[in-house]
């Protein structure tokens, strides 16, 4: 049973910065495509930032990109997100999501094709 748990989140000021954490129970963490999700009160699930087994390769929804950087450690298994210049918009529960995918394989980036999620982390940005 794989285990997904996220850390981090918090009430933060317009233009603050946060940074959540993520761990997955795997044997071998550097197989694992890793993921941000974001989900908002009466929207639907949405992909932040995605990250391949050896940090290489990201992908960043147009929304965040040049606000959030994404990094992972696999060494102590973890995935971080560093997000910078926050806005209201950003407030959501923050979902971690892991998938094992061959090194060759596109990006996933899409919820659908990540098979691990944790149970999430409320960001909120309010003055």
């Known amino acids: 049973q794989v285990q997904v748990v996220e850390s981090g989140g918090g009430l933060v000021q317009p233009g603050g910065s946060l940074r959540l954490s993520c761990t997955a129970s795997?044997?071998?963490?550097?197989?694992?495509?890793m993921g941000w999700f974001r989900q908002a009160p009466g929207k639907e699930r949405e992909v932040v930032s995605c990250i391949n087994q050896s940090g290489g390769r990201t992908y960043y929804a147009d929304s965040v990109k040049g606000r959030f950087t994404i990094s992972r450690v696999n060494a102590v298994k973890m995935v971080y997100l560093q997000m910078t210049n926050m806005k209201p918009e950003d407030t959501a529960m923050y979902y971690c999501a892991a998938v094992r995918t061959s090194w060759w394989a596109p990006l996933p980036q899409r919820a659908a094709e990540f098979l691990y999620w944790g149970q999430g982390t409320q960001v909120t940005v309010s003055s």
């Open positions: 795997v044997l071998s963490f550097n197989d694992y495509t």
